[in-house]
């Protein structure tokens, strides 16, 4: 029997004091990007944070549309005013980025200052990083209410 690999994105949302943190796991390829479109997208424009950092050492894979995508969230950023970096970026990335030209994406931000939010990572019970997904019992409630 074939083994049929599916390609898949999950993206976990942290508001820490220096800014909005982005974690991204699984594949980042053509069948994704839309979702961390999307997702930097709204939260840009509705949370409008000083900094965002993406963190992207939990992916597995990028293709040429990842980077591209990468690419114009820093771009999207930059335009609103935020500080943009990308952080913890495994080798098939940082390879990805500079066969594609775009090897300046990985590289951190000219400033010296000290950036926490590279320091947290993974968990929200972190003091300083506050998971903006609602608690389980209350997405379960809003679901329930939805439908009945």
């Known amino acids: ?5 599916v390609s898949g994105l999950r993206l976990r949302l ?5 800014g909005l943190y982005l974690i991204a796991e699984g594949v980042l390829d053509t069948g994704s990007v839309h979702q961390l479109t999307r997702a930097v997208d709204l939260a840009i424009h509705r949370l409008n944070p000083a900094r965002f950092t993406v963190d992207v050492g939990g992916l597995d894979f990028v293709d040429v549309a990842g980077v591209a995508t990468l690419i114009a969230c820093r771009r999207q950023a930059h335009a609103r005013g935020v500080g943009f970096r990308i952080v ?3 080798a098939q990335i940082k390879a990805t ?6 090897g ?10 000290p950036q926490p ?3 947290l990572r993974r968990r929200s019970h972190l003091p ?8 389980r019992h209350a997405r379960r409630a809003s679901r329930g209410q939805a439908s009945g």
């Open 1 to 5: 029997m074939p083994v049929r690999l």
């Open 14 to 18: 942290y508001s820490s004091p220096v």
């Open 88 to 90: 913890q970026p495994t």
């Open 97 to 102: 980025a500079s066969a594609c030209g775009a």
């Open 104 to 113: 300046d994406l990985l590289c951190p931000p000219d400033d010296n200052r």
């Open 117 to 119: 939010a590279g320091a």
């Open 128 to 135: 300083g990083l506050n998971c903006l997904r609602a608690p």
